[in-house]
Antibody, heavy 118, light 107 residues
Framework: QVQLQESGPGLVKPSETLSLTCTVFGGSITSYYWSWIRQPPGKGLEWIGFIYYSGSTNYNPSLKSRVTISGDTSKNQFSLTLSSVTAADTAVYYC????????????WGQGTLVTVSS | DIQMTQSPSSLSASVGDRVTITCRASQSISSYLNWYQQKPGKAPKLLIYVASSLQSGVPSRFSVSGSGTDFTLTISSLQPEDFATYYCQQSYSTPRTFGQGTKVEIK
């Protein structure tokens, strides 16, 4: 079955850019919308946005000005960049797949903690 | 954006108890409502999708009801492995939004 793995730096300085990559194993990248979701420590879940294999994207308006999600179908990967980060962007970042005909998030990566601190 | 409101935010219950969690959407979302279970340090796990379909492997003690704006997740007989935080999530429109979560704790 499809499995996801996030990778990227665990520490980012304030005002810099956060960059994460999600690698898709064991399935077709064309069957899903690929999302990033984050969870600040002790808090709830926030959807950041998704990309479809065609390259079309959809972002949360609350983050749209700072977010880019891109994909590399040759590597079965998709990436998140979040610019001008502050301490409020400290969170566990998850990648997740939403089947085109499924309307739910499954599978999920294990998550990666990104801390924004100088 | 569609706001999702869960109640209660937390509850204490004993093994064998019947537990009910409510999720309310700020506008009609038809049946586009999913439920997730999250344990500490783990990613959320899909339990139920599109309002009433149990994900493969999810025990039948989990059930749901509702459509439109009001939904309920019921655990008929709480088991030790059910102590976790539960989130509802709408997939009716973007941005996708989640409820704030309901933490189910041991009494």
């Amino acid at each position: 079955q499809v499995q996801l793995q996030e990778s990227g730096p665990g520490l980012v300085k304030p005002s810099e850019t956060l960059s994460l990559t999600c690698t898709v194993f064991g399935g077709s990248i064309t069957s899903y919308y690929w999302s990033w979701i984050r969870q600040p420590p002790g808090k709830g879940l926030e959807w950041i946005g998704f990309i479809y294999y065609s390259g079309s994207t959809n972002y949360n308006p609350s983050l749209k000005s700072r977010v880019t999600i891109s994909g590399d179908t040759s590597k079965n990967q998709f990436s998140l960049t979040l610019s001008s980060v502050t301490a409020a962007d400290t969170a566990v970042y998850y990648c997740a797949g939403e089947k085109v005909d499924g309307n739910c998030f499954d599978p999920w990566g294990q998550g990666t903690l990104v801390t924004v601190s100088s | 954006d569609i706001q999702m409101t869960q109640s209660p935010s937390s509850l204490s219950a004993s093994v064998g108890d019947r537990v009910t969690i409510t999720c309310r959407a700020s506008q009609s979302i038809s049946s586009y409502l999913n439920w997730y279970q999250q344990k500490p340090g783990k990613a959320p796990k899909l339990l139920i999708y599109v309002a009433s379909s149990l994900q493969s492997g999810v025990p039948s003690r989990f059930s749901v009801s509702g459509s439109g704006t009001d939904f309920t997740l019921t655990i008929s007989s709480l088991q030790p492995e059910d102590f976790a935080t539960y989130y509802c999530q709408q997939s009716y429109s973007t941005p996708r939004t989640f409820g704030q979560g309901t933490k189910v704790e041991i009494k």
